[in-house]
């Protein structure tokens, strides 16, 4: 299900610790780390498709989290060029996602990523709140920005305010939480410079 604009419909988790400490889980066969994700079917609703992605994804049910919050509307990021399949009848250019904070009140033993005959991770930690927003991939760090800085108030109910304190200023985000993508490139191509070397791969 693509949008007239080239947006599919998706929704995005951030599963929360009692403690504050988010679930932070990476691709299989990929070193990319993400939060859970997936996109809408058209007979769904948000809150109907992110119960469908949490148990497919990561083996919970709903007896297992608490729905603590979610962003109001949708947060759109497009994907890069490479990612964009310019030969299917409907060209997605990126994703339009509602995001839930959602608390984790299982135990751990109740997470497992091999649920389905094709799981999304084959590995899974617990890391700060804020981390995320620093280690995904880039073309995806404004909506980590955005959809964190909505959610934290929710966070901070249940968790406290030391484990949820004001995110740090990076100076690769503009003041609307969208990455300066020209910053990390000039920084790269000045070290290689001063080193004698080439730029280093974005590998």
């Not at 955005?146 to 966070?155: E, K, N, W």
Request: charged residues 25%.
């Amino acid at each position: 299900m693509i949008d007239p604009d080239g947006y599919r419909p998706n929704v995005g988790i951030v599963l929360m610790h009692p403690d504050g400490r988010v679930f932070w889980a990476r691709r299989v066969h990929r070193d990319g780390w993400q939060f859970p994700q997936g996109g809408m079917n058209t007979d769904e609703t948000p809150l109907e498709a992110m119960y469908r992605e949490l148990r497919e994804e990561t083996g919970l049910l709903p007896d297992h989290v608490a729905v603590l919050g979610v962003t109001p509307g949708w947060l759109r990021y497009r994907l890069p060029q490479r990612a964009i399949r310019r030969n299917d009848r409907l060209v997605c250019i990126g994703q339009k996602q509602v995001w839930y904070l959602l608390q984790f009140t299982g135990e751990e033993s109740d997470l497992q990523l091999d649920l389905t005959e094709k799981p999304e991770f084959d590995h899974w930690r617990w890391v700060d709140f804020w981390y995320p927003v620093e280690h995904v991939v880039n073309f995806k760090r404004s909506v980590y920005a955005s959809a964190l800085r909505h959610l934290a108030p929710f966070a901070r109910q249940v968790a406290g305010v030391v484990a949820i304190p004001q995110p740090a200023k990076d100076p690769r985000l503009d003041a609307m939480g969208a990455p300066r993508a020209y910053q990390r490139p000039r920084r790269r191509k000045a070290e290689a410079e001063r080193s004698g070397g080439s730029e280093p791969s974005a590998n």
